[in-house]
């Protein structure tokens, strides 16, 4: 059984929905879920998994939210993490993603193997978008 772990931050539910439809989708593949707040988690959720979502929505000028998100993640900078399965999503009201592009050039800087890339959702996500996670929450159960 595989082992996901779906990290996120939400301050308007946007990025949590998305997380949740995630898990949903690694559920019905049978892996093992757990989900999470940034709040409730800890670095050993991402190293004991096998494969790891995080999920955070553009702040300010295109950043991680800076209080729990950004110290989790620069946590994890400080671990091996070369070879480890990880999406990255969230959603986002201006801009053009660039806090995303930064975040999956950080995160591929530390060995990290990108499922896919450039997950944002402008503002809320509609149910064809819920549903495209779904679908990758399904590809993260058999990878």
């Keep these: 059984m595989k082992k996901v772990c779906v990290i996120y931050w939400s301050g308007t539910g946007n990025t949590q929905s998305m997380a949740e439809a995630l898990a949903e989708g690694a559920k019905s593949k049978g892996a093992s879920v757990k989900l999470l707040n940034v709040s409730d988690a800890v670095k ?3 190293l004991e998994a096998e494969v790891i979502a995080l999920g955070c929505p553009s702040m300010g000028s295109e950043n991680l939210e800076e209080s729990e998100m950004e110290p989790f ?3 994890l900078e ?3 993490l070369s070879g480890k399965h990880f999406v990255l999503f969230g ?3 201006w801009g053009d ?3 995303m592009q930064e975040w999956e050039e950080r995160m591929t800087n530390k060995g990290v193997k990108l499922v896919e890339s450039g997950l944002i959702v402008q503002n809320t996500p509609e149910e064809d978008e819920l549903e495209k996670y779904k679908t990758l929450g399904n590809k993260l159960a058999t990878i």
Excluded: C, R, T
Aim: hydrophobic letters at 20%; a negative charge; glycine letters at 14%.
């Design 91 to 93: 959603s986002y009201d």
């Design 44 to 46: 050993e959720d991402v």
């Design 78 to 80: 400080g671990e091996d």
């Design 97 to 99: 993603g660039q806090w």
């Design 73 to 75: 993640v620069e946590e």
